[in-house]
T-cell receptor, first 114, second 111 residues
Framework: AQSVTQLGSHVSVSEGALVLLRCNYS??????LFWYVQYPNQGLQLLLK??????LVKGINGFEAEFKKSETSFHLTKPSAHMSDAAEYFC????????????FGTGTRLQVFP | DTGVSQNPRHKITKRGQNVTFRCDPI?????LYWYRQTLGQGPEFLTY????????KSRLLSDRFSAERPKGSFSTLEIQRTEQGDSAMYLC?????????FGQGTRLTVV
């Protein structure tokens, strides 16, 4: 069965500092992995996805993630945090076809201080 | 195409009442999903449609819950005899080739 674990339910950084949000996955097949962002009382917006092409994936808003099979990790990074990055971030793994349903982690709340 | 649309955005209901939510997916997507998200948690899968066929239901979907997708277009999720434990955000997503697009969600509060 597929699963993801997000380490750290809360992460706080200063504006301009590096953002690192951790995600480890478990999958019986080559995984499709995703990072979504959720602002208060909103739905989920896709930041980036890994679908077995390049291991370093670039997404929107300056975020990127690296797929490391040996570490079963897919950590999300951004070199310089902005106040507008404050939100909840979810890592997810996709079940194999035909369902393709998403299995989410418990989320990491990112706070950005001025 | 304005993305996935969900209505209503918010619903407050008394315990024991029935509620129905609607989801309009992206028009060319034939797969539609419902998820439930409780406070402080990630979304959890409820059910999934391929066109009009409901192909999988989670054990979270008790017999008080029913979902439909007539003609493979919009979908409805009905909860009968609501309980306080049903209070959550209900999210709908439609899926293209590799990724799912989510609606804004319907926040249900049962009082």
């Amino acid at each position: 069965a597929q699963s993801v674990t997000q380490l750290g339910s809360h992460v706080s950084v200063s504006e301009g500092a590096l953002v690192l949000l951790r995600c480890n996955y478990s999958s019986s097949v080559p995984p499709y992995l995703f990072w979504y962002v959720q602002y208060p009382n909103q739905g989920l917006q896709l930041l980036l996805k890994y679908t077995s092409a390049a291991t370093l994936v670039k997404g929107i808003n300056g975020f990127e993630a690296e797929f490391k099979k040996s570490e079963t990790s897919f950590h999300l990074t951004k070199p310089s945090a902005h106040m507008s990055d404050a939100a909840e971030y979810f890592c997810a793994v996709s079940e194999p076809p035909p369902t393709d349903k998403l299995i989410f982690g418990t989320g990491t709340r990112l706070q950005v201080f001025p | 195409d304005t993305g996935v649309s969900q209505n209503p955005r918010h619903k407050i209901t008394k315990r024991g009442q029935n509620v129905t939510f609607r989801c309009d997916p992206i028009s060319e997507h034939n797969r539609l999903y419902w998820y439930r998200q409780t406070l402080g948690q990630g979304p959890e899968f409820l059910t999934y449609f391929q066109n009009e066929a409901q192909l999988e239901k989670s054990r979270l979907l008790s017999d008080r819950f029913s979902a439909e997708r007539p003609k493979g277009s919009f979908s409805t999720l009905e909860i009968q005899r609501t309980e306080q434990g049903d209070s959550a955000m209900y999210l709908c997503a439609s899926r293209g080739t590799t990724e799912a697009f989510f609606g804004q969600g319907t926040r249900l509060t049962v009082v």
